[in-house]
């Protein structure tokens, strides 16, 4: 797509990229075809080819509007685009440039900018969140329905089986998981499970006291200076680690792991931090690669005795978070684990769609996030599953907002 960027953007670094993508862009519409707003919407405005053309007019020096701002606004930035485009338009750094110009040019209105601000600060900060969650608790009995669902969808129902300890160190390898921002609270036995696991399988799994929030809820809301301030403080906690011979840093939850992963993106401009995040990114993996690389070394038979499921007739419905398979593009890792330690796997139709979590994407699109929600669940629940699982606890809580559902992360299934 031929563009022709204006006086202020065209000696950037950033305009520069962005020219450079849109012109890998050859109008040919398959975006559209898996682009969940398109779908449900069915406006060209609400694909990923109707936003390049808006982000191109914002390039070339139209002026902020408001159509600019609600059609890029409503982008799950999902990435299903980038999966399916056979031009390889990395559409996901574009939208980033065309939402920070937005960002810039201050166009929202005063009450807008401060629901992002408060959002990203409660939602990263461990212990603000926490505290309200506590709260909300105890009074969700009189909040609103949004709120109550919200609240109840954090609580963790007790497991029939007993909750393990943390496994004490007592292997030569190590590796580092990130205790994040709102999964401590959220989804408490994930790290818990993955720890039991991987020192099943000879690996001694640690957290980093804190470690706090890689960036993401920041760069959902726009705000690439303060993400870019936690990712340092992130990457200052850990790069000791590294001269300590830690052998690498376990996502567990992907919409994480997809942030740290593209550091040196972030960073490419920062000689100060740009190796630093090279070296970290490069040091990080999903659960799913770990456990399904180590499970590779032992036998069927070995496998079986070490993860061994209570019934066998059980069966699992798995969504795949965009942040995995369309941001880290990792398929089929987590089904081949499940189905290697004795489970059925179910049949989930259009497994490429947005459940609607998205980040932030629930809290200021709801109705749009709401109506996904729906869609996905159906799917998810078409097969009649014994369990549902996920890989990320954004998609965790915000499937578990329906009152019916009941989804774990996939690493619990493991106990």
């Known amino acids: 797509m031929q563009t022709s960027l204006a006086p202020e953007f065209a000696d950037t670094a950033k305009g520069k990229e962005a020219e450079a993508i849109i012109r890998k862009c050859v109008h040919c519409g398959f975006c559209n075809a898996t682009c969940p707003t398109y779908q449900l919407l069915g406006d060209e405005l609400d694909g990923p080819r109707g936003r390049i053309y808006l ?6 020096g139209e002026p902020a509007n408001d159509q600019m701002t609600l059609h890029l606004d409503r982008c799950l930035t999902c990435r299903a685009c980038e999966t399916t485009c056979p031009s390889g338009v990395e559409y996901g750094k574009l939208l980033a440039i065309g939402r920070s110009i937005l960002h810039l040019a201050n166009h929202r209105s005063l009450v807008d900018q401060l629901r992002r601000i408060v959002v990203a600060k409660v939602v990263g900060n461990a212990r603000i969140f926490d505290l309200l969650l506590s709260f909300g608790k105890v009074v969700r009995s009189i909040l609103p329905a949004s709120l109550k669902s919200s609240v109840t969808a954090s609580i963790t129902p007790a497991n029939a089986r007993s909750i393990p300890e943390w496994p004490k160190p007592s292997h030569k390898r190590t590796m580092v998981a990130l205790a994040g921002c709102v999964q401590g609270s959220l989804s408490p036995m994930t790290n818990l499970a993955a720890a039991v696991v991987l020192d099943k399988l000879g690996i001694t799994l640690i957290e980093v006291a804190g470690a706090g929030c890689c960036g993401a809820m920041d760069l959902h809301t726009t705000n690439e200076n303060r993400a870019k301030k936690l990712a340092k403080a992130l990457i200052d906690k850990w790069w000791p680690y590294l001269a300590q011979g830690i ?3 376990v996502m567990t939850a992907s919409g994480c792991g997809v942030t740290i992963l593209e ?3 972030l960073f490419q401009d ?9 070296a970290i990114s490069g040091k990080t993996v999903d659960l799913c690669e770990v456990i399904d690389k180590e499970m590779d070394k032992e036998t069927d038979k070995e496998v079986a005795a070490a993860f061994r499921v209570p019934d066998t007739a059980q069966k699992v419905a798995f969504h795949s978070p ?3 398979q369309h941001g880290q593009k990792i398929t089929g890792r987590v089904e ?8 059925q796997l179910c049949k989930v139709e259009d497994s490429h769609l947005c459940c609607g979590s998205a980040g932030t994407y629930s809290i200021f699109q709801p109705e749009i996030s709401s109506q996904l929600r729906t869609a996905k669940l159906r799917a998810l629940y078409n097969d ?6 996920t890989a990320n606890v954004g998609c965790q809580v915000h499937l578990n907002m329906n009152d019916h ?3 774990k992360h996939w690493v619990e299934l493991l106990l």
């Open 270 to 278: 920062e000689p100060n931090y740009r190796e630093k995040a090279k």
């Open 263 to 265: 550091y040196p993106h």
């Open 405 to 407: 559902a009941r989804v």
């Open 55 to 60: 982000m191109k007019q914002l390039l070339e």
């Open 384 to 389: 009649n599953p014994n369990i549902v699982c």
């Open 336 to 343: 081949k684990i499940l189905q290697r330690v004795g489970y």
């Open 247 to 249: 052998e690498g840093f």
């Open 322 to 324: 965009c942040t995995l």
